[in-house]
């Protein structure tokens, strides 16, 4: 009886946290856009000298943070991906402009893409 008194409690503990724990224990979903290297992107935009937003086949929008600032990013026409092995862009992947390679801080989902005349510096 003693024991069965102190662990009813414990378990009372224990079903109350586990949904708790459940949902925090699930990954997050990275942001990526698959075939980058064909085709996978059709637009692009810089925001300022250190980030650029992509937009996707299906008219979705991410960002980029470049680690250092790309001084030259803002006045080029083209970029070049470098995209995974399998062709997908997502944090560990990167630009290049003027063939100087840099590469993301980060890479996430947005909502579109920065508002025209926005520089970020």
């Known amino acids: 009886m003693k ?3 102190l ?6 503990i224990a079903m109350v946290s586990s949904p708790v724990a459940a949902t ?8 990526s856009i698959p075939f980058a290297d064909h085709g996978g992107i ?7 000298d250190q980030a650029v ?14 680690f250092a600032p790309a001084y030259d990013l803002p006045y080029v026409e083209f970029i070049g991906i470098d995209a995974r092995p399998g062709g997908t862009l997502d944090k560990w992947g990167a630009v290049y402009v003027h063939g100087q390679r840099y590469a993301f801080k980060s890479f ?3 909502d579109g893409p920065p508002a025209k005349g926005h520089h970020k510096s």
């Open 3 to 5: 024991y069965s008194a």
């Open 7 to 12: 662990l009813l409690p414990l378990a009372a």
């Open 24 to 31: 925090e224990s699930q990954p997050r979903q990275e942001a």
């Open 42 to 48: 059709w637009d692009w935009r810089a925001s300022g």
């Open 53 to 66: 937003y992509f937009q996707d086949g299906h008219r979705r929008w991410y960002r980029a943070e470049l």
């Open 108 to 110: 996430e989902k947005v």
